[in-house]
């Protein structure tokens, strides 16, 4: 009996890319109101960093959160850089995991970053798929 999917390589990266596309798009917006939200939004965010007793830099910490998320998103969606952009990604949402349970939204409410972070560290070692901006360039050198 032929199985429901269609097991080789091409429908692997087109799945990779159809997973690209979906994530990076929802952290696109997920982290543009934070980006635009400015400084007070920044510091807002990065003063999450106390939960891992860094209590300096909240306006950078929170600038490099929102940033993470906006232009890690892009960055998954074309698949360039897209090893580290899934890196810093996932450090963001392990600080928003911690940030989640050590505030006490409790586990339903942190779902969403763990998630989100192992998908993120599965995505490190998975890499973006021919369909990339990445494997494009790395063709012509």
Request: glycine share 14%; hydrophobic share 55%; proline share 3%.
């Amino acid at each position: 009996m032929r199985s429901f999917y269609f097991n080789n390589e091409q429908n692997l990266h087109l799945g990779l890319l159809i997973l690209r596309i979906g994530i990076g798009i929802m952290f696109i917006l997920h982290g543009a109101p934070k980006v635009l939200g400015g400084p007070e939004a920044w510091e807002k965010i990065g003063g999450n960093m106390t939960y891992l007793d860094i209590n300096f830099g909240f306006v950078f910490w929170g600038f490099m959160a929102a940033m993470s998320e906006f232009a890690g998103g892009i960055l998954i969606v074309i698949g360039l850089f897209f090893t580290p952009a899934c890196i810093l990604l996932l450090f963001t949402m392990i600080v928003a995991t911690i940030t989640h349970l050590a505030g006490g939204d409790g586990f339903v409410t942190a779902s969403h970053a763990i998630e989100s972070g192992i998908l993120f560290f599965s995505l490190i070692f998975i890499g973006p798929g021919k369909y990339s901006l990445s494997k494009i360039f790395e063709k012509r050198v």
